[in-house]
């Protein structure tokens, strides 16, 4: 057996069932071992980056790392965006390149290219991995791939690099590969649950944050019973719905600088914040971070520290992994309690008061198709099995506003990176999970045009794949942060700088079926498109309908100057504001 035959036995025997890659001279050992190994399927793209993150998406739903496969140099440097990506957002990834032969040395400041194609993979590779390993020929193959692959998933999951000599490749190892012992996961422990029902009883209002660290356990029954039964507000980020599917009436939804007002609001009255699987960054709480922690307690149980706990008066973090809580536990002692029973009640009135309909109608559009209206009514159509990816702009907001997910409904985008083209390749990633009937892919018209070629590679997959396109002429996002602080130009955002394909000629040469939704009548028409086949669904959307609520940052004396997450615009009407108020009043 050769050295690329022990690898991909060795992953398959580690539970590693995918592989992304695009073949190379440089990986031609690695491709051809791919291939042949059985359980292990190989799918083929037209660029190491869409491989990498079809790899990621599919990394996130399986909770087990992929494999992205990419060829020496140029390959390798295509896929680092993709490393980047699986690093920031913490997701398990094993990615690995061919490298130069193993007798050749170069000094890469001084000579820059000594081989054909090469380059520093080491240098590129090691500030976005966990860890990077070059395989020599004295590697005990075995445990360098099982450290890699244990590496990956614990702690803090993340991407690992593998790089490869060709000559490395194709030597021979004698004998069968033994498996090492591996890294026992983490399990739930008195100390972590006791220390968080310490916190509790000390405090009147809290609210628990489930962070993307929960989906290490979100499809577990002893998470889903707390989340059910603990009777306290839950709120999650931008894009993880899902993470909450069981919470029911106590599901608040996404909060942060673009998340729903009623959670925004609820997170600012609440006297405490019990954070998990959430590193608290920027992202999350705005860049006001003093005024997102202020009049709070905070406890953060997370795989690794958070941000900055200076910012916060009184913090307490227990450093260490979610799976070491015990939510069976924990849901039964918080059943008993009916010691936050009128807090409970007054987060059910905020989120009856401000509801997601009641955001619809504030904010209604009727020209063209409203992108809230649109997502509500998908999400109501949609099958119970459908698989959400997201881009990474008013596609994504609008659908974790109102979008209430049910059954084995799933929703993934690429959080922290919001890197345009992820969602075309990861919806490769995440119907080759099998996990979903129907993959409904939306995103924007900037961000399809990244990775428009992987339609190809999509369209090979035989499930109802339903891509929708948020046709709103060019770079909303942009335009509304030039609108606000660049006197309202355009330049490189709207048409007239970029050029955008016929969508049905396109869609027909990548063979989808081709439907067009102009307006807020003709929503429902989305229905046929998840009745199975490829369809290519076009919405057209008003170039000027931006996100809402939003927080909308000034400039005072030369100097950003960002408002609260309780100041989200558009304001609130006075007869709303009154109505908040009194039921504060009672609180
Ligand atoms: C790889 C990459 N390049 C540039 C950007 C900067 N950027 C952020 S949003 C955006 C426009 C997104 O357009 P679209 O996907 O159509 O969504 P819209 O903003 O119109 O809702 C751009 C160019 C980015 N996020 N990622």
Known sequence: MNCSDTIFKMLAELGITHCYAV??????????????????????????QAAGFAAEAHGRVENRPAVCLATIGPGAANAISAAFSCFINSVPCLFISGAKRSTFQTDYPRQRFNFPQDGDTEGMATPVVKHYHCLSANDD??????????????GRPGPVWLDVALDIQASQVAGEPQAPSRILPAAPTNDVTNALLTFLAQVERPVFLMGRGCESVFRCDDYRRFLRDARLPFITTVGSNHLLK????????????????????????????????????????????????RNKRILTINADACLDIQEAADWTQLTTSVRNIDFSNLACRLAKQDRYAGWATFCRSIEALLSTQFEIDLNLTNTAVDPYLFCQRLGLLAPDDTGFVGGISLDIVA??????????????????AGQLGWDIPATVGIADSGRFGTIVCLTGDGSLMFNLQELATLRRIDRNIVVIIFDNGGYNSIRTSQDAHLGGRHFGSDPEWLGFPDWAALSQAFGYRYMSIEENDGIDAIRQSMTGGHWFVR?????????????????????????????????????????????KANL
Do not use: W
């Open 141 to 154: 193959i075995s445990q360098v791939v099982t450290q890699l692959v244990d590496l990956a998933c614990s």
């Open 23 to 48: 073949p190379g001279g440089g990986i031609m050992y690695l491709v051809d071992a791919a291939g042949r190994q059985s359980g292990f399927q190989t799918r083929f793209f037209h660029h190491e």
């Open 246 to 293: 069981a919470a029911g009436q106590m599901n608040l939804g996404c909060f942060g600088p673009t998340g729903r007002r009623a959670a925004n609001r609820i997170l600012t009255e609440a006297d405490a914040l019990v954070a998990i699987g959430s590193g608290l960054d920027i992202d999350a709480t705005g860049f006001d971070r003093s005024s997102f922690f």
């Open 399 to 416: 659908f974790s506003h109102v979008t209430q997910l049910r059954g084995a409904q799933e929703f993934y985008l690429s959080p922290h």
């Open 539 to 583: 919405i057209k959307i008003d170039p000027e309908r931006g996100r809402t609520p939003r927080l909308v940052s000034k400039i005072r004396d030369g100097k950003f100057v960002s408002p609260t997450i309780f100041d989200q615009f558009p304001e609130l009407p006075p007869h709303i504001e009154a109505a908040y108020a009194a039921l």
